[in-house]
């Protein structure tokens, strides 16, 4: 991949956690951005948070302050992907290309009905839109090929070793990297997660409960897996297991499930109140996923206990949680209906904890109002320099 400071967490696009540490208890918040539109994706680079809302892109630093904001044409709905201070995202109708810092459009590609989030490797832009998957040039947003799929294209692309592999409708696809060349298909049934790729296998499932692994380099089915409910999330793949989420809308429960990577044996199942899941995100030995009741969960990886669950002011996460420095970045979407006792907010929060190993993060060391350092004084939850509350 083109650039090695690579940070953003969407359903494909996973940086390297295998150094990252998670609370292992309830985490407390170290600060929190209120949005008035919903919020749909995170991708952090550097010390920026990079936030999918509403219908624009904002930047938040370090302190829970909004850095820019630049407006799109259409609603953000997917997740950014940051790469070398380039800042890569849908929204409905067009693909942008802004620089991270200050938000000034580079250029713009415009197509149809964008759901996708993209994903960046070799200086080229892969994207899934309508019915089609396009290759831009990273640099200019030239088109440099795209593929026209059997239907909707929602999914995430994958790209791999000089392949994309992405979900259409009702197939799974990989192509020449190069060119959009068909290496093989899958008819899998409706389509709308993300492919997870590990140790030659593709990993997705359907909206009608089943997982299935394929054969990376000719798409032949290895294993099938029946989850309980509809809609698995995108999986992820980590330590020769699956981890993905399913639920039912008829009795509003959801299952989180490890699944044998090799096998698709059911090595556990953790159920919660919610049915709808963003993708997993793992670390060291904990799974971290969100829900639609309003609650973010981690899990032992092993065993599936529940380590500890943290409720948002909120009432559905629907982005994955992304992990920096130890600090988790949860975006909660809320709403106003009617049949809420109260309105319920769009935000983001920076979650820490005090069971952490390593070094604290310059996430949660400083004031957002003057700046001072918080990491020297047993209670940073106000600023000794200004008083301001830190929590």
């Known amino acids: 991949m083109a650039g090695r400071n690579v940070r953003m967490h969407n359903p494909t696009h996973r940086f390297d956690t295998s150094a990252e540490t998670a609370p292992t208890s309830t985490p407390t918040v170290v600060w929190s951005h209120e949005f008035q539109d919903p919020v749909y994706g995170t991708a952090v680079w550097g010390d920026i948070v990079y936030v999918s809302v509403g219908e624009r892109v904002v930047a938040i630093d370090q302190g829970g302050n909004s850095q820019w904001q630049i407006n799109t044409d259409g609603v953000v709905d997917s997740s950014p992907a940051v790469v070398d201070g380039t800042v890569f995202v849908g929204a409905t109708d067009c693909v942008y290309a ?34 089609r998957v ?19 294209t929602e999914s995430s692309p994958t790209v791999i070793d000089g392949t994309v592999f992405i979900g259409a409708a009702y197939r799974v696809y990989a192509l020449d990297a190069a060119t959009g060349h068909k290496q093989w298909d899958f008819r899998s049934g409706e389509v709308a997660s993300s492919p997870a790729i590990a140790n030659g296998t593709v990993v997705i499932g359907n909206k009608y409960s089943h997982v299935y692994a394929l054969d990376v380099a000719t798409g032949r089915e290895q294993w099938t897996f029946e989850a309980d409910g509809e809609n698995p999330s995108s999986p992820t793949v980590a330590d020769d297991t699956v981890f993905i989420g399913s639920g039912s809308v008829d009795d509003f429960e959801g299952h989180i499930y490890a699944l044998d990577a090799a096998t698709g044996r ?9 049915w709808r899941y963003p993708s997993v995100t793992v670390v060291d030995t904990t799974a971290l996923v969100g829900s639609n009741d309003s609650y973010v969960y981690a899990f032992d990886t092993a065993t599936g206990r529940k380590q500890w669950d943290f409720e948002t002011d909120g009432v559905e996460v629907h982005s994955s949680v992304a992990v920096v420095d130890g600090t988790l970045f949860v975006a909660s979407q809320g709403s106003s209906a009617p049949h809420l006792s109260e309105a319920k907010n769009h935000r983001i929060y920076a979650l820490g904890g005090s069971d952490r190993s390593g070094s604290k993060s310059q996430l949660y060391q400083r004031c957002s109002e003057c700046g001072a350092s918080l990491s020297e004084h047993d209670d940073p939850s106000f600023c000794p320099e200004c008083g301001a509350k830190t929590r």
């Open 266 to 274: 059911k090595q556990w199942d953790a159920q919660t109140s919610g």
């Open 134 to 152: 396009y290759a831009l040039d990273a640099a200019t947003g030239r088109e440099q090929w795209s593929f026209r799929t059997d239907g909707s």
């Open 98 to 131: 802004l620089d991270a810092a200050t938000g000034r459009k580079q250029w713009r590609f415009q197509i149809n009905q964008i759901s996708s989030s993209p994903a960046v490797v070799d200086d080229t832009v892969f994207v899934g839109a309508a019915n």
